[in-house]
């Protein structure tokens, strides 16, 4: 059965649906290939993640078993790979370690509650076919944010990759000073081998791009940590190992939503929802045009939303779209979502394989691998193209990454989101008000603007707005009324050319309604010419309509002109010298006749004979 054939709201409630058709064996066969190839890669980056978050490296694992199935089962994207990411991992960090000790019982049981609360948002968004609210968190905000966090990701590795002591839970500035005093004390085999994973993720990258280098890292440092104890022993090179994680499936959990609670991890909750999805949609878009696929952005948030909230219960942290994953998922080849479902079941057997192995990974190699981790964030290109773009895209930028260095990321994001609306509204509030006056050397006398070759009607200001007119923009309208008034106290009828309005609300109707009135008690009027319907409705439903007057609505110029002429002071336009309008010739005095035989013209100037 086509997937047109369905109502919409069983597409929304099975997504399935609507790619069925897709699947076949040799989909499959692809699918399970890119599935075990994302599960494989997945292994050294959830743990690294966890560790990011301050979280059991288990439970970096676990957040790459059940959401990435939920999220491809109930969201629209065909190559989208949900789980753990860096920047989900550093917010879960700064906004719980204020309430407890990274890596306790008390601080899981915050970030469980945080991502059912998380996942509630997202599914809510969604059901409100509340999609487009992403659009609103600019690309600029998206790059401050990434950069700062990928600073404090490799500062708060300082300590793992030197082999020093720093104290948790600093913000920048007391990390960077601790680790200056720090660094004579610095631990050589620790360091060697952080360089191992270091170097060998850049060279397996740069030379063999098909073999996973964060793979060919995590080996390269935990090789030369085995070396390293193997030849002068644990006791002298002292290399912190991460330790054993259960051989187990996740374990059920039950988040705590105490009131309590709710109050403190709701700012947390808002800030990591609005990031979340943007980096779930942003990168399912980004892949849906190179696969030319549409992506729907309230399934999305449906599909996150879920993920998040089965996630809760299964141990499992916030989850959302990967980039690496997603681009690694495309790129191995994956068809449908089932790459991205077998990807989660596979990544199941494999931890219950490897558990045991984790115990030897070096506190160094993951730091290392997060080094790399952190170096990718940084888009040099978009920061370089940011930068030399207009005040307010640098303003954003700069705000959203001072903000996330130096303050919780949480509010950067909000400041930077802040900040953006701030600044669009300030653009729109001023929407262009220019004079327009019919110019006689076009064609049918078409509007052209002011200049001093063409002169304005004595009785009537033309003007054009372009922009919608609400609220934030009646100071400016009325201020630009309130000039013209002053400056041409002679032009008591005022006419604006209003394709460019499509909207105005009820503040900017009042604005419009007022004006009208008071030109019409000054013996002039307002007038209204090329009304869109959309402006005409709002108009109508803000009452505005009947305090311009019906009559005084036009939508074609040469019916407004010749309407407007009509009320115009004739004595006015009988010494009118300037004659911008056609109907205007009436008052022009008619040329003298020529004589008909051809003779001079009493006081013309006699002709002389050319030599």
Same mark, same amino acid.
């Given at each position: 059965?086509?997937?047109?054939?369905?109502?919409?709201?069983?597409?929304? %409630?099975?997504?399935?649906?609507?790619?069925?058709?897709?699947?076949?064996? &040799?989909?499959?066969?692809?699918?399970? !290939?890119?599935?075990?190839?994302?599960?494989?890669?997945?292994?050294?980056?959830?743990?690294?993640?966890?560790?990011?978050?301050?979280?059991?490296?288990?439970?970096?694992?676990?957040?790459?078993?059940? #959401?990435?199935?939920?999220?491809?089962?109930?969201?629209?994207?065909?190559?989208?790979?949900?789980?753990?990411?860096? &920047?989900?991992?550093?917010?879960?960090?700064?906004?719980?370690?204020?309430?407890?000790?990274?890596?306790?019982?008390?601080?899981?049981?915050?970030? *469980?509650?945080?991502?059912?609360?998380?996942?509630?948002?997202?599914?809510?968004?969604?059901?409100?076919?509340?999609?487009?609210?992403?659009?609103?968190?600019?690309?600029?905000?998206?790059?401050?944010? @990434?950069?700062?966090?990928?600073? *404090?990701?490799?500062?708060?590795?300082?300590?793992?990759?030197?082999?020093?002591?720093?104290? $948790?839970?600093?913000?920048?500035?007391?990390? !960077?000073?601790?680790?200056?005093?720090?660094?004579?004390?610095?631990?050589?085999?620790?360091?060697?081998?952080?360089?191992?994973?270091?170097?060998?993720?850049?060279?397996?990258?740069?030379?063999?791009?098909?073999?996973?280098? !964060?793979?060919?890292?995590?080996?390269?440092?935990?090789?030369?940590?085995?070396?390293?104890?193997?030849?002068?022993?644990?006791?002298? +090179?002292?290399?912190?190992?991460? =330790?054993?994680?259960?051989?187990?499936?996740?374990?059920?959990?039950?988040?705590?939503?105490? *009131?309590?609670?709710?109050?403190?991890?709701?700012?947390?909750?808002?800030?990591?929802?609005?990031?979340? *999805? @943007?980096?779930?949609?942003?990168?399912?878009?980004?892949?849906?045009?190179?696969?030319?696929?549409?992506?729907? =952005?309230?399934?999305?948030?449906?599909?996150?939303?879920?993920?998040?909230?089965?996630?809760?219960?299964?141990?499992?942290?916030?989850?959302?779209?990967?980039?690496?994953? @997603?681009?690694?998922?495309?790129?191995?080849?994956?068809?449908?979502?089932?790459?991205?479902?077998?990807?989660?079941?596979?990544?199941?057997?494999?931890?219950?394989?490897?558990?045991?192995?984790?115990?030897?990974?070096?506190?160094?190699?993951?730091?290392?691998?997060?080094?790399?981790?952190?170096?990718?964030?940084?888009?040099?290109?978009?920061?370089?193209?940011?930068? $030399?773009?207009?005040?307010?895209?640098?303003?954003?930028?700069?705000?959203?990454?001072?903000?996330?260095?130096?303050?919780?990321?949480?509010?950067?994001?909000?400041?930077?989101?802040?900040?953006? %609306?701030?600044?669009?509204?300030?653009?729109?509030? $001023?929407?262009?008000?220019? +004079?327009?006056?019919?110019?006689?050397?076009?064609?049918?006398?078409?509007?052209?603007?002011?200049?001093?070759?063409?002169?304005?009607?004595?009785?009537?200001?033309?003007?054009?707005?372009?922009?919608?007119?609400?609220?934030?923009?009646?100071?400016?309208?009325?201020?630009?009324?309130? $000039?013209?008034?002053?400056?041409? #106290?002679?032009?008591?009828?005022?006419?604006?050319?209003?394709?460019?309005?499509?909207?105005? /609300?009820?503040?900017?109707?009042?604005?419009?309604?007022?004006?009208?009135?008071?030109?019409?008690?000054?013996?002039? =009027?307002?007038?209204?010419?090329?009304?869109?319907?959309?402006?005409?409705?709002?108009?109508?439903? @803000?009452?505005?309509?009947?305090?311009? /007057?019906?009559?005084?609505?036009?939508?074609?110029?040469?019916?407004?002109?010749?309407?407007?002429?009509?009320?115009?002071?004739?004595?006015?336009?009988? +010494?009118?010298?300037?004659?911008?309008?056609?109907?205007?010739?009436?008052?022009?005095?008619?040329?003298?006749?020529?004589?008909?035989? =051809?003779?001079?013209?009493?006081?013309? &100037?006699?002709?002389?004979?050319?030599?």
């Amino acid at each position: 059965m086509p997937a047109n054939t369905y109502p919409q709201w069983m597409l929304r %409630l099975f997504p399935v649906l609507s790619w069925k058709e897709r699947v076949t064996p &040799a989909t499959i066969r692809a699918d399970l !290939l890119s599935g075990l190839t994302v599960a494989i890669v997945v292994i050294p980056q959830a743990v690294a993640f966890a560790s990011i978050a301050g979280m059991p490296p288990q439970y970096g694992l676990y957040a790459g078993m059940i #959401p990435p199935i939920i999220a491809a089962f109930f969201g629209s994207s065909w190559h989208l790979m949900s789980g753990p990411t860096t &920047a989900a991992s550093i917010v879960l960090l700064t906004s719980l370690s204020a309430f407890a000790q990274p890596l306790t019982p008390e601080y899981v049981t915050l970030a *469980l509650t945080l991502t059912f609360m998380v996942g509630v948002i997202e599914l809510t968004l969604g059901l409100a076919r509340m999609g487009t609210i992403v659009n609103f968190i600019s690309h600029s905000v998206v790059v401050g944010f @990434t950069t700062g966090a990928a600073i *404090l990701i490799a500062s708060k590795q300082l300590k793992n990759f030197f082999g020093v002591p720093i104290p $948790r839970g600093g913000h920048l500035i007391d990390t !960077l000073t601790h680790f200056w005093h720090q660094l004579p004390n610095t631990n050589g085999y620790v360091l060697a081998c952080a360089l191992a994973t270091l170097f060998g993720g850049l060279l397996c990258k740069r030379f063999l791009p098909r073999f996973p280098h !964060l793979i060919a890292a995590l080996l390269g440092g935990s090789l030369t940590s085995l070396a390293l104890n193997f030849l002068y022993g644990p006791d002298v +090179t002292h290399i912190p190992m991460v =330790g054993a994680i259960p051989q187990t499936l996740p374990p059920f959990t039950v988040p705590h939503l105490s *009131l309590d609670t709710i109050k403190q991890l709701a700012p947390a909750a808002v800030a990591m929802t609005l990031f979340a *999805l @943007t980096e779930a949609v942003s990168i399912g878009r980004a892949i849906g045009i190179r696969s030319g696929q549409m992506i729907d =952005g309230n399934q999305e948030f449906i599909g996150q939303g879920l993920s998040n909230i089965a996630g809760s219960f299964f141990s499992a942290y916030v989850a959302t779209g990967s980039f690496n994953r @997603t681009s690694l998922n495309y790129q191995a080849g994956a068809k449908t979502p089932m790459s991205a479902m077998f990807a989660g079941f596979m990544e199941i057997f494999i931890v219950l394989a490897i558990a045991p192995l984790v115990a030897y990974l070096p506190n160094a190699a993951m730091a290392g691998i997060l080094f790399i981790v952190a170096w990718g964030l940084i888009d040099i290109p978009a920061i370089r193209h940011i930068l $030399r773009s207009n005040n307010s895209e640098r303003s954003i930028f700069i705000l959203t990454f001072l903000g996330a260095l130096f303050l919780d990321l949480e509010f950067a994001i909000l400041a930077g989101i802040l900040l953006s %609306l701030i600044l669009y509204l300030m653009r729109v509030s $001023r929407p262009r008000i220019v +004079t327009r006056v019919p110019d006689p050397a076009l064609p049918k006398r078409k509007f052209s603007e002011r200049s001093d070759r063409i002169p304005e009607c004595p009785q009537l200001h033309i003007l054009r707005i372009d922009g919608s007119l609400f609220f934030g923009s009646v100071t400016y309208l009325r201020e630009e009324f309130a $000039r013209i008034a002053k400056e041409h #106290p002679e032009q008591k009828h005022l006419a604006i050319v209003a394709q460019g309005i499509s909207f105005v /609300d009820l503040a900017a109707a009042d604005v419009i309604a007022a004006e009208a009135e008071k030109r019409q008690a000054d013996g002039g =009027g307002l007038y209204l010419i090329n009304v869109k319907k959309g402006l005409w409705e709002s108009l109508e439903e @803000t009452g505005a309509l009947d305090r311009i /007057d019906y009559r005084h609505i036009f939508q074609g110029k040469s019916a407004a002109i010749r309407a407007i002429y009509q009320k115009l002071d004739k004595s006015i336009c009988q +010494t009118c010298t300037a004659r911008i309008f056609t109907e205007c010739k009436e008052f022009e005095k008619p040329l003298p006749a020529r004589d008909p035989s =051809g003779l001079q013209e009493a006081g013309d &100037a006699p002709q002389t004979a050319s030599p």
